[in-house]
């Protein structure tokens, strides 16, 4: 039987700035993503917009079937766009990220890029975001990323609104054939969570050259537990010297901390914030990661136990 694609149904279900983020959390969790409406405001879309436009124009289009090309992906979005700020620190959007990462120490900002697909787009391969690492094959339940896509023009049918498999992503491939499809359609403004396991993929353009609206664009920023290498270099994405102008907490999101126990110091230890603002204080010893999970916690009384 060939799967039925649906634009609607109880796995599309979208929720509102106000929802809970536990709500929005445990749908994510259960269907692989989440729609949550009217988020960022007709402003806040209008000056990110206004300042990445140069930048668009001058972004080629991609070089294989897979990129897309008739699609230009524009990076760097932390220097090149203060309200991109805005957006990785959305408070709702940090909150469920957290919730759904909550099994890692920390979670760390992992792309930023405009996605902007073009009329005579063809449909996207689908696919599973975390192939990028190596396709490693990460146990069904841990989740090593967790991605986002806001609207920056309203996602149809007609321009390639997002293809999704609600529930794949413990799916095997094999599996996943006889899931109907869903198209992830939203207005200007709105924020698809989607999961790094569940099959999903750009539509195909089909809009008339120079309609409103014709060119798709949204702003995918994802995010990563903090031990994996990031999938857009922050630290030459977003030189020093604008790093240093940013507040601590964007910075630690970007990476400016330690990733987990042993992980990102520089020289003789000392925490990455810390070099930055030009001071030396240090990382955290193991015995501070005693709560992270029960194998930390067996580790450090194992130590005090020896001494």
């Not at 809970?20 to 729609?35: C, F």
């Not at 499809?181 to 993929?201: N, T």
């Not at 070099?275 to 999970?293: C, E, H, P, Q």
Request: charged share 25%; net charge negative.
């Amino acid at each position: 039987m060939t799967p039925v694609e649906s634009t609607g149904g109880s796995r599309d279900r979208s929720f509102t700035a106000h929802s809970s983020p536990d709500d929005v959390t445990e749908h994510l969790r259960r269907v692989g993503y989440a729609i949550v409406e009217g988020l960022a405001t007709d402003d806040r879309m209008d000056r990110l917009q206004a300042e990445a436009a140069p930048y668009v124009a001058s972004s080629a289009t991609g070089r294989d079937h897979y990129d897309g090309r008739f699609t230009r992906r524009t990076g760097a979005l932390v220097a090149r766009c203060p309200t991109a700020r805005e957006l990785i620190m959305q408070p709702l959007v940090v909150d469920v990220i957290g919730r759904f990462l909550s099994h890692a120490t920390t979670f760390q900002l992992h792309l930023t890029q405009i996605i902007s697909i073009e009329p005579g787009e063809t449909r996207q391969k689908l696919h599973r975001d975390q192939m990028a690492f190596d396709y490693f094959d990460f146990p069904p339940d841990y989740h090593v990323q967790c991605n986002t896509m806001w609207a920056l023009t309203d996602f149809t049918v007609e321009n390639g609104a997002t293809h999704i498999k609600p529930g794949t992503s413990a799916m095997s491939d094999a599996d996943a054939e006889a899931v109907a499809e869903i198209r992830a359609e939203m207005p200007r403004g709105s924020v698809l969570f989607y999961d790094g396991k569940v099959l999903h993929g750009g539509g195909a353009n089909r809009s008339r050259p120079g309609a409103a609206d014709a060119v798709r664009r949204g702003v995918n920023i994802t995010y990563s537990v903090g031990w994996v290498r990031q999938e857009e270099n922050q630290f030459l994405a977003c030189p020093p010297e604008i790093a240093r102008t940013l507040d601590d907490d964007l910075l630690r999101m970007m990476g400016y901390r330690q990733g987990a126990f042993a992980l990102g110091y520089v020289g003789d230890q000392q925490d990455p914030l810390a070099v930055l603002r030009g001071t030396d204080d240090k990382v955290r010893v193991v015995g501070d990661f005693a709560d992270s999970n029960p194998s930390f916690q067996t580790f450090v009384q194992d130590l005090s136990t020896e001494q």
